[in-house]
């Protein structure tokens, strides 16, 4: 179907039948329609050859792993110790592996894995790598991308002061962090080589649609300060600080006789509707995934991507009587909305794009590792975090118990401490982005919680049809805006932003550079 909708750009003269009835008719006036210029033709057959010699036809394939813990497990988010005795639901891997082949050429690839966490450790992602290449040889580890829904009822991921800012004290008893770390690396890794030696030729489409999920969580002040879910019932509430990304971007992957095997789909709102709570939970992904395989089918795989929203969130900001009012009238809990509108979204988008599909399309996958530079700590800043690291390490050395609440506290404050140190010396952040272009959409990931104005900048920006952004295809961290830094507040402090806004313009500038590389004119 693309490749006839570009035949039909070659503006070649239309060959009409001549009416005999006319007047003036001859031998020659016959054949004068069918006539066409040698020039006009040569172009044609080169353009034609053009075509068939670029079409690549996509190959697919899916899996799906289960990365529930072993309880009891100790939870990730919150600042206190929360111990999960209980699962609401299974915690899952969900894995699309792509390649593009001309003939017997591999072109190029890219596997996708979205995870029940709340972010991918470094570490973590290595150690994938690591595992798939060694049981697929001459796979090339950087073509897998992990992401994570960002849900605060997952395991805690990271136990090593050198790796991670935000650690707790787990009690004996509870399931290990290197447990986990050894059940995921298994189950993921035995997931990636399943869709990978599963993949063979299918199709895909692209579409979008709206649902109103997320609020902008942070709330801005007469007094020019902002509040990560401030109050929004006071006298000095001015405005919610940023924007609402309220679009729903999907991708559709169907298997050669038509089957949806399949999608994706892209929400600006982390999981964290039943964030507080004591269980492990996917939170609204896990209703939306059961009702799209209750139409669809119960092999169905979903991938779950988070578009940039580091200060967004499902929670309600204001009008919250109101909406608790439909609730109950509906019968219906907050989880059950949020899903049921992301389900609607995606199936109106199915419904709308399931006849346009794509076999032979250009994937192109780039992955790079840019610097970016530090959010610069001041003498003030490491003045006050030290105070703050001091009393939270005395609370616990006079109570050892006191740790399951400060513990968290202590080692966040202590990092700027040890970032300060390292800023004389080394001024800048490495981190790895992905964009991949798939026909006419744009994939690109970054590791952050990204806050919503670079999601738009990059979509705005871009020259792609539809473009996707993926946040937390990595180890996290707040990337918040300078207007965000201003008015300061939880997700905009330095204790939550290793890179700054100078960091997070040139994150923009290099992704859209990327995608301008894959597109030689604008076709959006």
């Known amino acids: 179907m693309q490749r006839l909708r570009s035949y039909r750009n070659l503006n070649l003269e239309i060959i009409q039948v001549p009416k005999f009835y006319s007047s003036g008719f001859t031998f ?15 172009i044609a057959i080169t353009l034609c050859c053009a075509l068939n010699s670029s079409a690549s036809e996509i190959y697919i394939g899916k899996s799906e792993a289960n990365i529930s813990p072993t309880l009891p497990v100790a939870l990730m988010g919150q600042f206190n110790l929360r111990i999960a005795n209980t699962a609401a639901t299974p915690l899952t891997a969900n894995v699309v592996a792509l390649e593009s082949r001309e003939g017997a050429k591999s072109l190029d690839a890219v596997v996708f894995v979205s995870c029940d966490l709340v972010y991918i450790p470094t570490p973590l992602l290595s150690m994938i790598r690591m595992e798939v290449s060694k049981q697929l040889a001459g796979f090339d580890g950087n073509k897998i ?19 991670s800012s935000f650690l707790y004290k787990i009690p004996v ?40 999920i997320p609020y902008n969580r942070r709330a801005s002040y ?6 990560m879910y401030g109050k929004t019932n006071v ?91 439909m609730l109950k009238l509906s019968n219906k809990s907050r989880m ?77 404050f202590g990092d700027v401490l040890k970032r300060f140190e390292k800023q004389k010396t080394n001024p800048d952040y490495e981190t790895e982005i992905h964009v991949l272009r798939i026909g006419d959409a744009v994939i690109c990931t970054n590791q952050f919680e990204l806050f919503t104005d670079y999601g738009i900048r990059i979509q705005a920006r871009s020259k792609a049809l539809q473009t996707f952004v993926i946040q937390l295809a990595g180890p996290g961290t707040y990337l918040a805006t300078e207007k965000a830094i201003r008015g300061g507040g939880y997700s905009a402090v330095c ?21 301008d590389e894959m597109w030689a004119e604008k076709t959006n």
Not at 30 to 42: C, D, N, Q, V
Not at 145 to 163: G, K, Q, R, S, W
Not at 358 to 384: F, M, S, W
């Open 28 to 42: 020659q006036s016959l054949l004068k329609p069918f006539i066409i210029p040698f020039s006009t033709l040569l």
């Open 145 to 163: 991308i992990l992401n994570a829904t960002h849900t605060h009822t997952a395991p805690v991921l990271e136990d090593n002061l050198d790796e």
């Open 173 to 212: 008893g509870v399931s290990p962090v290197s447990a986990y770390r050894a059940l995921f690396v298994k189950n993921v890794a035995d997931a990636i080589v399943k869709a990978w030696k599963s993949r063979s030729p299918g199709s895909v489409s692209w579409g979008l649609n709206r649902a109103a």
């Open 222 to 227: 007469a007094n020019n300060t902002t509040t």
């Open 235 to 325: 006298p000095e509430f001015r405005n919610l600080e940023g924007y609402e990304d309220h679009d729903i971007n999907s991708l559709f992957f169907w298997n050669k006789e038509g089957k949806l095997i399949a999608m994706s789909i892209d929400v600006a709102c982390p999981a964290q509707e039943v964030e507080g709570r004591s269980e492990v939970n996917a939170d609204y992904w896990h209703p939306v995934r059961m009702a799209l395989k209750e139409k669809f089918g119960d092999d169905l795989t979903v991938l779950s991507w988070i578009g940039a929203a580091g200060d967004q969130s499902p929670h309600i900001m204001y009008r919250k009587a109101a909406d608790e009012r």
């Open 336 to 412: 059950d909305d949020i899903a049921e509108r992301v389900v609607a979204a995606v199936e109106e988008t199915y419904k709308t794009v399931k006849n346009d599909q794509y076999r032979n399309l250009q994937l192109v996958h780039k992955v790079e590792k840019i610097k970016l530079p530090v959010r610069i700590i001041t003498e003030k800043e490491y003045e006050e975090s030290k105070i703050v690291q001091d009393e939270a390490a005395a609370l616990i050395a006079k109570d050892p118990k006191a740790a399951d609440q400060h513990y968290a506290k202590m080692t966040w």
């Open 495 to 515: 204790q939550s932003n290793i890179v700054g806004s100078e960091g997070g313009q040139i994150l923009v500038d290099r992704t859209v550079k990327l995608i």
